[in-house]
Each structure stands twice: as C-alpha cells, then as structure tokens.
Nanobody
Framework: QVQLVESGGGLVQAGGSLRLTCAAT????????MAWFRQAPGKEREFVAL???????YYAESVQGRFTISRDNAKNFVYLQMNSLVPEDTGVYYC???????????????WGQGTQVTVSS
C-alpha cells in the first residue's frame, strides 16, 4: 500500500499562488493514478485534479485553467500548482492514489492526512 504525505498548504490572499506537494512511499509508484481532492467546511469532499500513469490529466471545472497537476515518478512526488486562488478554493487538500484514472473518490485506495489551504478575500 502507498503512504502519502501532503505539504505546502498555508494562508494566501486572493489572486495568489501555492504549490502543494505529495510525497509517496509506494512500490511501482508510476503505475498509480494520482489525484487531489479537497473538502471545505460543511461541504463534501470534491475532486480537484488527477494525473494518470500515462501522463494524462483531468481537472474539475472549478479549477480548470488555474491549477496544474504534475508528477515526478523518479522522486515519487505529485504536485498541485494553484494559481489565481479565490476564497472558494479554501479547504483541506488531500492527495490520493488509485488504480484507475477517474475523478471519483471511491476509486482511490490511499489517502494522505491533508493540508490546509486558506485563501483570504
């Protein structure tokens, strides 16, 4: 199984940027689909972005054009570059690993503890 640790969260003003990092401990990391989800207070966990083992990416409409997911298979890292942040981006961001490149939480079997992102207005 894969262990995931997120870092890079923090407080940023609207319009600013943050880069989240997910460090993975896993065998055959390059074969996993990797994704980011987030959860705001009082809301359900929602999909943000994914990167498949084949290099393909997919984004939620709410972050399309602002966020970029990337992965470094040699280092077992996955990143989420977040630009043009808005207060609605506030939440706990979770890194997840799974076997399928789909934007649904049930397909991801390993989760990090999350990192808080707060965007001030």
């Amino acid at each position: 199984q894969v262990q995931l640790v997120e870092s890079g969260g923090g407080l940023v003003q609207a319009g600013g940027s943050l880069r989240l990092t997910c460090a993975a401990t896993a065998r055959a990391f390059s074969n996993y689909a990797m994704a980011w989800f987030r959860q705001a207070p009082g809301k359900e966990r929602e999909f943000v972005a994914l990167a498949g083992w084949n290099g393909g990416t997919y984004y939620a409409e709410s972050v399309q054009g602002r966020f970029t997911i990337s992965r470094d298979n040699a280092k077992n890292f996955v990143y989420l570059q977040m630009n043009s942040l808005v207060p609605e981006d506030t939440g706990v961001y979770y890194c997840a690993a799974g076997a399928a490149t789909v934007p649904t939480a049930q397909h991801y079997h390993s989760w990090g503890q999350g990192t808080q992102v707060t965007v001030s207005s």
